[in-house]
């Protein structure tokens, strides 16, 4: 039997995952897509030819596996929007400038995106895209189906994000480092316009590609977050209120990688013998090593590095450190200096250095971890809950400062490394020392050292990661939204006349039929 918007009831829904191509989002909606499959939908990923030489294993393993998830691999048109050859993630952007260029060429890869999935069987019944890429509405709309989006960032930061553009606090203070107070929180946070997100930020000239994102962000029908219920309760309550949307939590979607390959490899191949990595974190004693990571696409300044590096050594406690620097000449400044100054060779047995891609999920999932030194993507922030351990934050840029208040403030998980500042992504190497390493030292000591507080932390921290295992399996809240998502999406009713879909759904307005 046939069903408005051509999905037939007996047939599987057929949800299109359109991620941003950047390792913070691609990731997560790789994982997306497997659990989706794991519960019954097929699933189609756009992706491209650089991404997919880049996670060609987790591809292989998931057509090894089984599930129905198909890669679309599509042209990405680099030269002709003046784009080096091969720029296709944004971790390969040489400049931040180059965001349009970027942005033009993902736009492209709409037709041939919607020709594909003309021929698919199932047809498409629900299209969930990063909130980057606002042009796939024109793709949802096509086939009649929902339109949900995935902006990469936790419930509290689009909670504030959205009050934001409804209040404008944020245009009331006199300079972008003056404190004010995040609006409607129903807390009080303080935070600065400059430690706001990129839609708040005058410094790239991108004014048509926001409005463009937000004008998708209030026509959406619905959002798909990375977070579990339990771990923001009050925010993912607020955020359907605010934005009379669906909000489905699904997360933490990393909690889908149970097979040591999986876990071990997300994004890209680990620059570092994962055998070796385990060997290491085995010798060392539970809870004693701190991991120190800045994520995907941030490159620190040689300078801080070495701060960064100084300060973990100092504190006295093991540690694993990722290094990745921008480009050749800043990577042998680095390595001149782990050699001759013979840091590496003075912490042989109690630091372990990863330069380039390291297996994150791996490492905090040892019991070896007992800290994580972290920037605050909000993926990274999140596997720190589920590893259970406590974290210091030093956010750089993004919503990564609302990220910080929600896992010190407010959750009580996280010490500052004392940043107050953002740098600018893709200038981080005329950033001055930010941190120096007494205060790195200072802060790691602080978190595992012993004390009421740190003790009060863990176990804070403990909790968190047991209710976010809880939140997965059958039964737990998150499980529960992935499979109702998969049932709202299977019947849902086809767009209207005002091209939104008419929604009925349990207390939320919403324009989504459920
Ligand atoms: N990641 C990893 N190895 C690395 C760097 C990052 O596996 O060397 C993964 C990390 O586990 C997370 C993602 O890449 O899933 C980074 O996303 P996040 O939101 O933390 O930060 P971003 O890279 O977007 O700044």
Redesign the pocket.
């Known amino acids: 039997m046939a069903c408005p918007g051509g999905v037939h009831r007996e047939e599987p829904p057929h949800f299109v995952l359109v991620p941003l191509l950047?390792?913070?989002?691609m990731?997560?909606m790789v994982d997306m897509a497997r659990l989706l499959a794991a519960h019954g939908a097929v699933v189609s990923v756009a992706i491209t030819p650089v991404n997919a030489a880049r996670i060609g294993d987790v591809i292989r393993r998931c057509a090894d596996s089984g599930l129905p998830v198909h890669f679309i691999e599509l042209p990405f048109p680099c030269r002709e929007v003046g784009l080096p050859e091969g720029c296709e993630n944004l971790?390969l952007l040489p400049s931040r400038s180059l965001f349009p260029n970027f942005h033009r060429a993902a736009r492209t890869l709409l037709e041939p995106l919607e020709q594909q999935l003309r021929r698919s069987r199932p047809a498409p019944s629900c299209v969930v895209s990063d909130s980057a890429f606002p042009w796939t509405r024109e793709l949802a709309r096509s086939f009649g189906v929902p339109w949900l989006l995935f902006h990469?960032f936790c419930c509290f930061a689009l909670l504030c994000q959205h009050n934001l553009h409804e209040h404008k606090t944020h245009l009331h203070v006199a300079s972008d480092s003056d404190p004010f107070v995040l609006p409607c929180l129903g807390q009080r946070i303080e935070v600065t316009r400059a430690q706001l997100p990129g839609a708040f930020s005058s410094t790239l000239k991108i004014q048509d590609i926001r409005e463009q994102i937000r004008n998708g962000e209030l026509t959406a029908d619905g959002f798909v977050v990375n977070t579990f219920a339990e771990l923001e309760p009050a925010f993912v309550h607020d955020l359907q209120e605010a934005t009379g949307k669906k909000v489905w939590t699904v997360g933490p979607l990393?909690l889908c990688n149970k097979k040591a390959l999986d876990v071990a490899e997300?994004?890209?191949k680990?620059s570092i013998d994962n055998a070796r990595c385990l060997k290491w974190l085995d010798s060392m004693d539970p809870g004693s090593v701190v991991y120190a990571?800045?994520?995907?696409?941030?490159r620190l300044a040689p300078s801080q590095l070495k701060e960064i590096g100084l300060g973990l050594e100092a504190s006295g406690h093991p540690f694993i450190w990722?290094i990745?620097t921008r480009d050749e000449k800043a990577s042998r400044e680095v390595e001149r200096w782990l050699e001759e100054e013979g840091f590496e060779e003075r912490n042989r047995t109690k630091g372990l250095l990863?330069r380039?891609?390291?297996?994150?999920?791996l490492i905090l999932s040892h019991p070896a971890v007992g800290g994580f030194l972290?920037?605050c993507?909000?993926?990274?922030?999140l596997?720190g809950v589920c590893a259970g351990v406590p974290m210091v934050s030093w956010p750089?840029f993004?919503e990564?400062f609302l990220n910080e208040k929600l896992i010190g403030q407010i959750l009580g998980v996280a010490v500052g490394v004392g940043v107050y500042t953002p740098i600018v992504w893709t200038e981080e190497e005329k950033a001055e020392v930010l941190v120096r390493r007494d205060e790195v030292a200072r802060a790691v000591a602080s978190l595992m050292h012993g004390g009421e507080e740190a003790a009060e932390r863990r176990r804070r921290a403990r909790e968190l990661g047991e209710k976010a295992r809880r939140a997965v399996v059958e039964g737990g809240s998150s499980h529960t939204n992935v499979a109702l998502l998969i049932r709202s999406v299977s019947v849902s009713s086809p767009v209207v006349a005002d091209g939104t879909l008419p929604l009925r759904s349990s207390g939320v307005r919403s324009t989504l039929t459920l």
Not at 22 to 25: E, I, L, R, T
Not at 377 to 381: F, I
């Open positions: 950047a390792p913070g989002h990731i997560p971790d990469g990393s997300r994004g890209d680990a990571s800045f994520g995907s696409i941030a990722v990745k990863i380039g891609w390291a297996p994150q999920l972290t920037h993507g909000w993926n990274s922030t596997e750089l993004g990564q």
